[in-house]
C-alpha cells in the first residue's frame, strides 16, 4: 500500500465517522445503520461509567450498559428507541487510525457527547467525554465500522 493509498484510506474513514455523528445526532436512523457492517459488533458496555458516587450508571431511561449489539441495524433501531426526546450532540477528535491493509483499519477516537433529556427523565443533561475503539472493513468500495467499543472516562449530570 503506497503512502498516499494509506492517506486516502484515513480520510475516507474521516469521512465515515463524520456521518456517523451527522446520522447519530440528526436521527436519520437508515443512514446511521449504514455506517455499519451488516455483522458489526457493538460493545455499548463502557459508555455509562460515571465517576461521581452519587450518580446510577445506567440512568439513561432504557439504556442497556450491558449490552453487545450484532449489526448496524439492530443497533440503530436501540439507539432510535433510546432517544426519544433526546437532542444530542456528539463530536469525535483527535482520530489515530491505523491502516492495515488495503480493507482493514482500526481507530481511537477521543469523544464529547451532550445528551439532554426530557423534562420527565432522571436527569435533564449528560456530558460525557471518552473514546470510540474501532476497526473498520472496506466493502464493495467503502468504508464500514466492523467493530465499535465505547468508553467513557466521564459522565456529568444535571
Same mark, same amino acid.
Given at each position: ?22 446520522? %447519530? ?10 455506517? =455499519? ?25 432504557? =439504556?442497556?450498559?450491558?449490552?453487545? =449489539?450484532?449489526?448496524?441495524?439492530? =443497533? ?52 460525557g467525554w471518552g473514546h470510540y475503539h474501532e476497526t473498520y472493513e472496506k466493502r464493495d468500495g467503502k468504508w464500514l465500522i466492523r467493530t465499535m467499543r465505547i468508553t467513557? %472516562? ?5
Amino acid at each position: 500500500m503506497t503512502d498516499l493509498e494509506r492517506l486516502v484510506a484515513i480520510e475516507d474513514i474521516k469521512q465515515l465517522k463524520a456521518r456517523y455523528f451527522r446520522a %447519530l445526532d440528526t436521527k436519520d436512523w437508515a443512514l446511521y445503520a449504514g455506517v =455499519f457492517t451488516d455483522d458489526a459488533e457493538i460493545d455499548v458496555r463502557g459508555s455509562t461509567d460515571s465517576t461521581s458516587a452519587d450518580e446510577e450508571s445506567s440512568a439513561i431511561d432504557g =439504556f442497556n450498559d450491558n449490552a453487545v =449489539f450484532i449489526g448496524g441495524r439492530a =443497533f440503530a433501531d436501540y439507539v432510535s428507541e433510546i432517544t426519544v426526546g433526546t437532542t444530542t450532540a456528539h463530536h469525535g477528535h483527535m482520530p489515530e487510525i491505523d491502516v492495515l491493509g488495503p480493507t482493514t483499519a482500526r481507530g481511537i477516537w477521543a469523544m464529547e457527547d451532550r445528551l439532554w433529556q426530557p423534562e420527565t427523565a432522571p436527569f435533564r443533561l449528560m456530558h460525557g467525554w471518552g473514546h470510540y475503539h474501532e476497526t473498520y472493513e472496506k466493502r464493495d468500495g467503502k468504508w464500514l465500522i466492523r467493530t465499535m467499543r465505547i468508553t467513557k %472516562l466521564r459522565n456529568d449530570l444535571s
